[in-house]
C-alpha cells in the first residue's frame, strides 16, 4: 500500500505547479500549502492507516491520535467550513470511541471527492493496483465483526471498486458495484453520499455503454431523492453536467427520447 499511495497521491495533489511527493520532508511543505491543517492532518492519518501493520510508521505517527486531532484543527472562512473539510471531520468522528473502528481505505475515499479516480483511471498500472488494495480490504470487511459501521464502510468500497472496473472496461462487475450500494441504501446510517453518487457513477457507466435513456433515469433520481448529503454541492454539479452533455448531444442530434 506505501507505493500505492505514494504513487496516487502524486497524481493528484499540486501545489504551483509541483508535484506533490510522500518523500523526505517537501511534502510537508507543499500539502500545507494546498491544504487547511485538517484535511493535511486527516490525510496524513488515512495514509498510515492503510500501511500493513508490520511496517514501520514512517512520520512516527498514531493514525489514531491524528484522527483525534481532525475535529480540533476546524477552521471556517468568510463563516463556514470548507466543504471537504466538514467531510473529513465527519469520517474521523468514529475515532472518539476508545476502541474505534477503523475506516476501511480511507486515502482512496477523499481521492474520490477529489475527482481523483479520473486521472488515476488513465493508469492501467496504478487503477489494478488501486482495485486490489480495494479487494483486501473488501475482503476483511466480509470477515469483521458486526458494527454500526459495516453497511457503510462496505458500500464505500464498493463505490472504489465499481470506478476501478469501469476503468479497467469490466463494465458488468462495475454495474453490480453500484447497484449493490442502491440496494443496500436503506441500511446506510453516516456515509449518505454514498447512494447519489452511485447513481451517478452508475448514469457515466450507462453512458459510456450508450444506454442513454437509462442514464437520464438515474441522473434525474440521483439529482431529486437526495438532499443534505456531505459534498453534495459537487455530486449535483457533476450530474448537472451530466445531463447537459446528453440534452446538447440530443439537440444535435436530433433524437427524441426521454425529456431532459
Excluded at 13 to 38: E, F, I, R, W, Y
Excluded at 94 to 112: C, G
Excluded at 167 to 181: S, W
Excluded at 194 to 213: C, G, H, T, V
Amino acid at each position: 500500500m506505501d507505493k500505492l499511495g505514494q504513487r496516487a497521491f502524486s497524481k493528484v495533489c499540486h501545489s504551483d505547479s509541483k508535484t506533490v511527493t510522500m518523500d523526505g520532508s517537501q511534502p510537508v511543505k507543499l500539502v500545507c500549502a494546498v491544504l487547511p491543517q485538517a484535511m493535511y492532518v486527516y490525510m496524513k492519518a488515512a495514509y498510515l492507516s492503510m500501511l500493513p501493520e508490520h511496517e514501520a510508521k514512517p512520520f512516527g505517527d498514531n493514525e489514531v491520535e491524528l484522527f483525534r486531532q481532525v475535529p480540533q484543527l476546524k477552521q471556517k472562512i468568510a463563516g463556514k467550513s470548507p466543504p471537504t473539510e466538514k467531510f473529513a471531520i465527519r469520517k474521523a468522528r468514529r475515532y472518539k470511541s476508545n476502541v474505534p473502528v477503523r475506516l476501511p481505505v480511507p486515502a482512496l475515499e477523499m481521492m474520490y471527492m477529489w475527482n481523483g479516480f479520473t486521472v488515476i483511471g488513465k493508469q492501467w498500472k496504478l487503477t489494478e493496483e488501486m482495485l486490489e488494495t480495494i479487494c483486501e480490504s473488501e475482503a476483511s470487511l466480509e470477515q469483521a465483526s458486526p458494527n454500526e459501521y459495516l453497511a457503510d464502510d462496505k458500500c464505500v468500497v464498493k463505490l472504489l471498486k465499481g470506478l476501478c472496473l469501469r476503468h479497467l472496461g469490466k463494465v458488468l462487475e462495475a454495474e453490480q458495484c453500484f447497484v449493490y450500494i442502491y440496494e443496500h441504501a436503506k441500511k446506510i446510517k453516516y456515509d449518505h453520499y454514498l447512494s447519489p453518487n452511485a447513481l451517478l457513477e452508475l448514469s457515466l457507466l450507462f453512458i459510456q455503454q450508450d444506454r442513454k435513456e437509462e442514464a437520464i433515469k438515474w441522473l434525474r433520481r440521483a439529482k431529486q431523492n437526495y438532499k443534505d448529503y456531505s459534498m453534495e454541492s459537487r455530486t449535483l454539479f457533476r450530474i448537472h453536467a451530466a445531463l447537459s452533455k446528453l440534452k446538447a448531444e440530443k439537440d444535435e442530434n436530433g433524437l427524441e427520447g426521454t425529456a431532459l
